[in-house]
């Protein structure tokens, strides 16, 4: 059991660090190249609902997968605990708020000005940070599970 727990883990973790770098690094830059802002939000907006849940789904398995592993080291789970923490946050926080905040924005192309689209930037950048974060986050942890695989941790 231990044993298919650890390769589920590395499964769970390579689906985190790549979903979410695809995602943010080829698909979304590539829908914002072909088409206009407001278009390319609301094409990235309708695969939003998918990729949060997505994103705590594979970041709640791999801590799953880790403690029942019984091979990660504390920094392992510090890392899987801090992405859940930040999933949830996104999911159940920012995420509805952000929506909710788009809702009044007019346009994305104009009205640089509009209180809310100021609103909507601010929340934006907090959620690309933790996104970054995340990536970042995923990556240490398949580093980390590497370098134990290779007898270097």
């Known amino acids: 059991m231990k044993t298919l727990s650890g390769y589920l883990y590395a499964i769970a973790l390579s689906l985190w660090f790549g979903g979410m770098s695809v995602f943010t690094l080829l698909i979304t830059p590539a829908i914002?190249?072909?088409?206009?802002?407001?278009?390319?939000?609301?094409?990235?907006?309708?695969?939003?609902?998918?990729?949060f849940p997505f994103t705590l789904a594979v970041c709640a398995a791999a801590l799953a997968l880790l403690l029942l592993?019984?091979?990660?080291?504390?920094?392992?789970?510090?890392?899987?605990s801090v992405a859940v923490a930040l999933s949830l946050y996104v999911n159940f926080r920012l995420y509805p708020e952000v929506e909710k905040v788009k809702?009044?924005?007019?346009?994305?192309?104009?009205?640089?000005?509009?209180?809310?689209?100021?609103?909507?930037?601010?929340?934006?950048?907090?959620?690309a940070v933790i996104n970054l974060v995340m990536i970042g986050d995923g990556l240490a942890l398949l580093v980390l599970l590497m370098r134990k695989s290779q007898g270097r941790v």
């Open 69 to 80: 592993s019984g091979r990660g080291s504390k920094i392992s789970l510090v890392l899987v």
């Open 103 to 127: 809702q009044e924005v007019r346009s994305f192309e104009r009205a640089p000005d509009d209180p809310a689209r100021t609103r909507f930037r601010s929340l934006h950048a907090q959620s």
């Open 32 to 51: 914002f190249r072909s088409y206009s802002r407001d278009q390319a939000g609301e094409i990235v907006g309708k695969l939003f609902p998918l990729y």
